[in-house]
C-alpha cells in the first residue's frame, strides 16, 4: 500500500486563461496522478488570466516531480513555481532563542548582565547545585549525534543531521515546554564524544543521546551514565522500548494473552530491538527470538558486545536455527525495528491466533499493514497515516520533564516500565480496540502521565 504524505507536500503557482478555468483542470490533473489537494487559493485575476495557487500532498519526490509535469503539459496552462513545504519549513531552521526577560533600560541591563550578574556567579560557585535554580540547567536538554545512523538514512554525518535534532528540539518544546538544543558532533571516536558531551554538560540538565549507531551507542550512553550526574537517555533505544511496551501491553489485553506466554519474534535486533527486548525482558516476556541482518540469533552467535551478550543468553532458549518465516509459524507476536518488506502475506497467515504485528521500518514497514490486517488481530506502525502509530514523541518529552522536575541524575529500568504504563494507561478500557491501542501524540494527558510516573519512580 503507498498512499501521500505531508512529508511531500508541495505548492504548485500555475497561470492559465480565466476562460478555460483552470481551477477544473488542475484537480482533475491531480485526481488523474494520484495526488490529494489540500488547498487551492486564487492569488491573482483579471479579465483573462488567473493565477492560481493548488497545495497537495504527494507519495514521495518523484511522484512530485510527475505531479508537477502533468500540469506543464496541461495546454494553455504555465507552471510558474514549484516549491516544496517541507523544505520551505526548514529555512533557516526550526528553532530559535528567545529571551526570558526584558532588557529595555540600563537598569534591566545592570541586572541581567553586568555589574548585577557577578554576584549570581559567585552564588554558585559558592553553591554548585544554585545553578539548577539561577540558570537554564534546569530545564535544558543537550540533543547529542554523531550522525551516524540517522532515520532510515544510516550514516550521512552531523551537519546532515541537523534538520533531525532541529526538529527533536522543536518537540521537546511543543510537548514538555523544554528548552533542547542539537548538539552534532564531527566525532564518530567513542572516546572523544564520551569526553566532549562530558565536558559541555555543565549547561544541561539531561542528556538525549540520537541516532549514533550500535554498537557504539551502547558503550557511549554506559560510559556518559557512570561519569555524569545528570540522566542519559538514548532515545532511538529506550524511547522505542517504552512506546513499544506501552503499545504491546494493550494488545495483549486486547487478545487476552500474558506476557509471559506468548512467543515474540523480533526482527532487528540493533540499539532499538535490544532496547525492546530489554524492557520487555523487565515487563515479564520470556520467549522472544531475534533475527538480524545474519539470521537468527541462538547460542553460537557471536558475542560481539555486552549487550549481544545479554539478548544472547536470555533468548531463543530452544536454539532455533530456522529462517524468519519459521519462526513466525504459531508466533503470537512480531515487532520488526528493521527494513521494508522483509514479511510475505504467508508469514503473517501462519502466526497464531489472535496475533499482532508492529511492522515499525520507516517509512515503509515490514509488511503492507493492509496485508497484515487480513489475518492478524492487531497492526501496528511508525507511521502517521495509520492507525496505531508507534512514535518515540509519545515518551521522551514526559521523561526529561520529570527527570528534570526532581533533578535526577539517573533513570532506571523500573522508571522505563512506568513510563510505558503510563502510556498505555491514557487508553481507556472502553477506548481500546484493534485500532487504538496507543493514545494519540497529541493527546495532552500523555506527557503530564510520563512526567508523573517518572518523578515516581525516580525519586
Request: a negative charge.
Amino acid at each position: 500500500m503507498v498512499s501521500t504524505s505531508p512529508g511531500y507536500g508541495i505548492t504548485i503557482r500555475v497561470e492559465g486563461p480565466s476562460a478555460n478555468q483552470p481551477v477544473s483542470a488542475l484537480t482533475a490533473v491531480l485526481n488523474s496522478q494520484g495526488a490529494s489537494l489540500t488547498a487551492l487559493d486564487i492569488v491573482e485575476s483579471s479579465f483573462d488570466r488567473v493565477v492560481v495557487d493548488i497545495t497537495c500532498d504527494t507519495i514521495d519526490a518523484d511522484h512530485a516531480d510527475r505531479v508537477a509535469k502533468a500540469i506543464s503539459e496541461v495546454p494553455e496552462l504555465k507552471v510558474r513555481k514549484v516549491s516544496d513545504r517541507t523544505f520551505l519549513i526548514h529555512l533557516g531552521g526550526k528553532i530559535e532563542v528567545h529571551s526570558k526577560v526584558q532588557i529595555k533600560t540600563r537598569d534591566d541591563l545592570s541586572r541581567a548582565y553586568t555589574p548585577g550578574v557577578a554576584r549570581v556567579c559567585q552564588a554558585i560557585a559558592a553553591d554548585p547545585t544554585d545553578a539548577r535554580r539561577l540558570t537554564i540547567k534546569r530545564n535544558t536538554v543537550a540533543v547529542v549525534t554523531d550522525g551516524s545512523a540517522v532515520l532510515g538514512l544510516g550514516n550521512i554525518g552531523p551537519a546532515a543531521a541537523m534538520p533531525v535534532m532541529e526538529g527533536k528540539a522543536a518537540l521537546f518544546k511543543r510537548f514538555a515546554n523544554i528548552d533542547a538544543w542539537p548538539v552534532c558532533l564531527d566525532t564518530q571516536d567513542v572516546d572523544e564524544i564520551v569526553r566532549t558531551v562530558q565536558i559541555i554538560a555543565p549547561v544541561y540538565g539531561g542528556i538525549n543521546l540520537e541516532d549514533i549507531s550500535a554498537p557504539r551507542c551502547f558503550e557511549v550512553e554506559r560510559r556518559l551514565r557512570e561519569i555524569l550526574d545528570i540522566p542519559v537517555f538514548h532515545d532511538d533505544q529506550h524511547g522505542t522500548a517504552i512506546v513499544v511496551t506501552a503499545a504491546l501491553k494493550n494488545a495483549l489485553k486486547l487478545v487476552k494473552k500474558n506476557i509471559a506466554d506468548v512467543k515474540i519474534v523480533l526482527n532487528g535486533v540493533g540499539a532499538a530491538g535490544t532496547a525492546v527486548a530489554q524492557l520487555l525482558y523487565h515487563a515479564g516476556a520470556r520467549k522472544m527470538i531475534g533475527f538480524d541482518i545474519n539470521g537468527v540469533i541462538h547460542k553460537a552467535s557471536p558475542q560481539s558486545d555486552e549487550m549481544r551478550s545479554w539478548f544472547i543468553e536470555i533468548s531463543n532458549q530452544e536454539n532455533f536455527t530456522g529462517s524468519l518465516s519459521e519462526a513466525l509459524v504459531g508466533a503470537d507476536v512480531f515487532i520488526g525495528v528493521s527494513v521494508p518488506n522483509v514479511l510475505s502475506e504467508k508469514d503473517v497467515q501462519n502466526m497464531a491466533k489472535d496475533a499482532i504485528v508492529f511492522a515499525l521500518a520507516n517509512p515503509d514497514p515490514e509488511i503492507d499493514p493492509e496485508v497484515a490486517r487480513r489475518h492478524v488481530k492487531v497492526v501496528a506502525t511508525g507511521r502517521s497515516d495509520q492507525p496505531n502509530q508507534i512514535n518515540n514523541v509519545l515518551a521522551f518529552p514526559g521523561v526529561f520533564r520529570g527527570l528534570l522536575d526532581i533533578g535526577a541524575t539517573k533513570i532506571t529500568d523500573d522508571a522505563l516500565l512506568a513510563a510505558a504504563d503510563a502510556i498505555a494507561n491514557c487508553v481507556r478500557p472502553e477506548q481500546l480496540n484493534e485500532s487504538f491501542i496507543i493514545p494519540s501524540v497529541f493527546d495532552p494527558a500523555v506527557t503530564p502521565a510520563v512526567a508523573s510516573a517518572i518523578k515516581a519512580t525516580c525519586r
